[in-house]
């Protein structure tokens, strides 16, 4: 099966560049390796996938940081080329502030990224990298110019692929309202569904990291007159795990890439974002998905930042309801051989 796989790779990198599907990355980054990483990694390694630009925004960890990390992690691995942009620093409305105060009447959160009392550092501060210091820099531009102007200068062609909150595609549409109309597709990892497992508020899927960090931009980029949304849920992210044994088979190859993770990764945790990457690249791995009205609430009481949605037989309850492709189940063998051999070339 990986040597079928290896041999459709194989083929893929024969045809020309213009054959190669165009995408732009916006991921918040807790690096190094990780999801936020891996994610990134296994588009910029997919021979069909044409990566234009990248902007990080602050989820995960800082958007300054996450950047630098997004940077060693492209120099490592033979990427350097990719542009690299910060995005939004802070969510529209929500914060920590807001979060402290939150917690205090509806109880205390499980996960809360770069707002998280452990490890906690101010935004403009850039820790020492575990991975070392990069000799690359950010592109100077906002990550919502640099996303406005790769999906302008490709129209109808570029993928809008979100990782993380979606702060910076919403100022990016904000300023350019014809951004969902001029780019090809949304995909991104975020909203949770019917699961009672990995949410930041444990029990409680509904209330997902990436969508609760910033609410109101979640409520606009949903809201917007998109071609296509394809999300990958939280409901299908608990079906996979990055295991000791996944990381032992990529470090068996000389790859520089193989080479990061054998170094840097860890050895648990669901595969988040690695879903909404690879899905897109094959979208085979996915056996079940739904369309669905989705959004997300943004009423500032104890539901703050959750999911929302209803079946598509009934009629759209409000203008600000979307339909959306969800994920709900993948064929994990074919996912796992999938990240392995992107990531041994
Ligand atoms: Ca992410």
């Known amino acids: 099966m990986v040597a079928m796989l290896l041999l459709c790779i194989g083929a893929a990198a024969g045809q020309s560049s213009s054959a190669r599907r165009k995408i732009f990355i916006d991921q918040d980054v807790r690096g190094p390796a990780g999801t936020d990483l891996q994610s990134m990694l296994a588009l910029l390694q997919a021979p069909q996938a044409e990566v234009l630009g990248i902007s990080i925004t602050s989820g995960d960890g800082w958007a300054k940081a996450g950047a630098q990390n997004a940077l060693r992690m492209l120099e490592l691995t033979g990427h350097a080329t990719v542009p690299v942009d910060v995005g939004a620093e802070f969510p529209f409305i929500n914060s920590r502030e ?132 394809t999300i990958t849920p939280v409901d299908i992210s608990v079906k996979t795990e990055w295991t000791e044994k996944l990381k032992a088979e990529v470090a068996k190859a000389d790859s520089k890439a193989a080479r990061y993770l054998a170094e840097y990764a860890g050895t648990s945790g669901y595969m988040w974002d690695e879903i909404a990457a690879l899905a897109w690249l094959d979208p085979s791995i996915i056996t079940r998905q739904q369309e669905l009205w989705v959004n997300v609430d943004i009423d500032h009481g104890p539901s703050y930042g959750q999911t929302i949605f209803m079946e598509k037989e009934v009629k759209a309850p409000s203008w600000f309801w979307k339909s959306a492709t969800v994920q709900w189940d993948l064929d994990t063998s074919k996912f796992y051989e999938l990240f392995v051999s992107l990531m041994k070339r």
């Open 98 to 229: 807001e979060t402290l105060e939150w917690e205090s009447k509806f109880g205390v959160m499980a996960y809360k990224g770069a707002w998280n009392e452990s490890g906690y550092h101010e935004p403009d501060i850039v820790p020492p990298l575990r991975a070392g210091p990069t000799h690359l820099k950010v592109v100077d531009r906002h990550g919502a110019d640099l996303l406005w102007d790769t999906v302008r200068r490709n129209p109808n062609e570029v993928t809008v692929w979100v990782g993380g909150p979606l702060t910076t595609v919403a100022m990016a549409l904000r300023l350019h309202p014809e951004l969902p109309q001029m780019a090809k597709e949304l995909v991104l990892m975020g909203a949770g569904f019917n699961v009672d497992k990995g949410g930041n508020h444990r029990i409680n899927g509904r209330r997902e990291f990436n969508w609760w960090f910033d609410p109101e931009a979640a409520r606009m980029v949903m809201s917007a007159n998109w071609k296509k949304i």
